[in-house]
């Protein structure tokens, strides 16, 4: 299993393919947020939406096997209730990802050492319109003690982080999420 | 074995943790689940267990021809007369026919019985549905298939596989 990861294989992705661009680059940006700065990563957000998508999924499986266990007309009722719940369910789940996760792609907690005090949370959220080389890279911290929030952002193209195969430059993209971390971190401490 | 584990098209999938490959599987549930819903609704608001079939025979010519999709609706308050054209099974045959009605027996106990084009005795609980409206030549796609079984299966798995593989 240990071989299956490919975590130490530089990674390389299609270049002309924008979600995958955006892919790379938002792990790379959680990598150094996890990694680097040894925040914890809460998933609580993804989970909801696996929650969400499960239950919806469940619903559709349960019509198929009642409507195979008690051929149509029988079935009807049942039937009525699973595509009800499951279109409602698509509903919900399209406004869950509109405003609830909007593109945030990481939550993460920075525990108190003393685990006295709230812990304080660091959010990324990032964008990459079609057709556009920009990627816009969000990060906002909320300070568990005051509620206090604090949020900034940098966009830049992507090629500067791709050479010409499309192998991520992990070295060059990491020192933008420190410094932009750095910035957001002592403004806030200034407070 | 290590082959595969070196294959680029895999590295997508490898870089993945548990939560994203379960979000893989459901994206592809529910792509299945939206196409199966949506033909459950239909079943629901026709009232019938087929409510789209594809005319696999040209014994209906002029009228429709192999290829056509028939719309169908089976509603209980609206009994079926001459003339219109119903989508029945027959024990021992897997596809549904389409003929046109030509007589109506109905008995005092609330048995009815078709002679349709063709000269089938149908009976009401074989009747899938009327047909009230077609698309022609649609369901070409569908008959093709059926005759290259393959054919369509290697479709099913190429699709499949690319919405596995292919993150978001």
Same mark, same amino acid.
């Given at each position: 299993?240990?071989?299956?990861?490919?975590?130490?294989?530089? $990674?390389?992705?299609?270049?002309?393919?924008?979600?995958?661009?955006?892919?790379? =680059?938002?792990?790379?940006?959680?990598?150094?947020?996890?990694?680097?700065?040894?925040?914890?990563?809460?998933?609580?957000?993804?989970?909801?939406? @696996? @929650?969400?998508?499960? $239950?919806?999924?469940?619903?559709?499986?349960?019509?198929?096997?009642?409507?195979?266990?008690?051929?149509?007309?029988?079935?009807?009722?049942?039937?009525?209730?699973? $595509? @009800?719940?499951?279109?409602?369910?698509?509903?919900?789940?399209?406004?869950?990802?509109?405003?609830?996760?909007?593109?945030?792609?990481? $939550?993460?907690?920075?525990?108190?050492?003393?685990?006295?005090?709230?812990?304080?949370?660091?959010?990324?959220?990032?964008? =990459?319109?079609?057709?556009?080389?920009?990627?816009?890279?969000?990060?906002?911290?909320?300070?568990?003690?005051?509620? =206090?929030?604090?949020?900034?952002?940098?966009?830049?193209?992507?090629?500067?982080?791709?050479?010409?195969?499309?192998?991520?430059?992990?070295? @060059?993209?990491?020192?933008?999420?420190?410094?932009?971390?750095?910035?957001?971190?002592?403004?806030?401490?200034?407070? | 074995?290590?082959?595969?584990?070196?294959?680029?098209?895999?590295?997508?999938?490898?870089?993945?943790?548990?939560?994203?490959? #379960? #979000?893989?599987?459901?994206?592809?549930?529910?792509?299945?689940?939206?196409?199966?819903?949506?033909?459950?609704?239909?079943?629901?608001?026709?009232?019938?267990?087929?409510?789209?079939?594809?005319?696999?025979?040209?014994?209906?010519?002029?009228?429709?021809?192999?290829?056509?999709?028939?719309?169908?609706?089976?509603?209980?308050?609206?009994?079926?007369?001459?003339?219109?054209?119903?989508?029945?099974?027959?024990?021992?045959?897997?596809?549904?026919?389409?003929?046109?009605?030509?007589?109506?027996?109905?008995?005092?106990?609330?048995?009815?019985?078709?002679?349709?084009?063709?000269?089938?005795?149908?009976?009401?609980?074989?009747?899938?549905?009327?047909?009230?409206?077609?698309?022609? #030549?649609?369901?070409?796609?569908?008959?093709?298939?059926?005759? #290259?079984?393959?054919?369509?299966?290697?479709?099913?798995?190429?699709?499949?596989?690319?919405?596995?593989?292919?993150?978001?």
């Amino acid at each position: 299993m240990d071989k299956w990861k490919a975590d130490d294989k530089p $990674v390389k992705i299609d270049k002309w393919d924008g979600s995958a661009i955006k892919n790379a =680059l938002d792990d790379a940006a959680k990598k150094v947020m996890t990694d680097n700065f040894g925040f914890k990563e809460e998933h609580r957000l993804m989970d909801l939406r @696996l @929650l969400i998508c499960t $239950v919806a999924v469940g619903f559709s499986l349960f019509a198929l096997v009642w409507d195979y266990i008690r051929p149509f007309p029988e079935s009807r009722p049942i039937l009525i209730i699973c $595509v @009800l719940s499951y279109f409602m369910l698509m509903g919900v789940l399209t406004l869950y990802t509109t405003y609830m996760e909007q593109n945030i792609f990481l $939550v993460a907690a920075d525990k108190d050492k003393a685990g006295l005090e709230p812990d304080d949370k660091w959010e990324l959220a990032s964008t =990459l319109k079609k057709y556009t080389h920009l990627y816009k890279l969000k990060m906002t911290f909320t300070n568990g003690k005051t509620g =206090l929030c604090r949020s900034e952002e940098i966009e830049r193209p992507v090629n500067n982080y791709f050479d010409e195969e499309g192998t991520l430059l992990f070295k @060059l993209f990491e020192p933008e999420v420190r410094t932009l971390q750095g910035r957001i971190a002592a403004a806030s401490k200034k407070e | 074995m290590f082959g595969l584990m070196e294959a680029d098209f895999l590295d997508d999938v490898r870089r993945m943790n548990k939560r994203q490959l #379960y #979000y893989q599987v459901l994206n592809f549930g529910m792509i299945v689940s939206s196409a199966l819903m949506i033909w459950k609704g239909l079943m629901v608001v026709t009232g019938s267990e087929s409510p789209i079939v594809v005319v696999l025979s040209g014994s209906m010519e002029p009228a429709f021809h192999r290829g056509d999709l028939l719309f169908l609706t089976n509603h209980r308050e609206e009994p079926i007369r001459v003339g219109e054209i119903v989508v029945f099974k027959v024990e021992g045959r897997d596809i549904p026919i389409v003929h046109r009605v030509l007589k109506v027996h109905e008995k005092e106990d609330g048995t009815v019985r078709f002679l349709t084009k063709g000269d089938n005795n149908s009976r009401k609980k074989d009747v899938v549905g009327r047909a009230r409206g077609f698309v022609p #030549y649609v369901g070409i796609v569908t008959i093709l298939m059926n005759d #290259y079984p393959k054919f369509k299966y290697a479709i099913l798995a190429c699709l499949g596989l690319f919405v596995l593989l292919h993150r978001e």
